[in-house]
């Protein structure tokens, strides 16, 4: 069993920027998606960024040229880097590992962008 942890969350300003980590206890083998995921009240979850197969990007219009997903395999860790900060990416931020047999979640990291 893989067990998620993120870490980086904060308070930040607006135009700020913050560095999510998820780090993956055990192998990361099964996994061939990892994803930055979040939700704020009221709001349905929402795929911010994923990586595939550690080459396929996708973002989601909102932050496309703010954020940049990346990971260290040696590390077991994927990151999101986030830039430009806006009050609108309030949320909690998820890290997800997607496999063909393995859906693990993080327990979430709070982000808040406030002056």
């Known amino acids: 069993q893989v067990q998620l942890v993120e870490s980086g969350g904060g308070l930040v300003q607006p135009g700020g920027s913050l560095r999510l980590s998820c780090t993956a206890s055990g192998s990361i083998s099964s996994i061939n998606t990892m994803g930055w995921y979040r939700q704020s009240p009221g709001k349905q979850r929402e795929a911010v960024a994923t990586?595939?197969?550690?080459?396929?990007?996708n973002y989601v219009d909102s932050v496309k040229g703010r954020f940049t997903i990346s990971r260290d395999n040696a590390k077991n860790t994927w990151y999101l880097q986030m830039n430009g900060l806006k009050p609108e990416d309030t949320a909690v931020y998820y890290c997800r590992g997607l496999g063909p047999r393995t859906d693990y979640w993080g327990q979430g990291t709070q982000v808040t962008v406030s002056s």
């Open positions: 990586l595939t197969s550690g080459i396929f990007t």
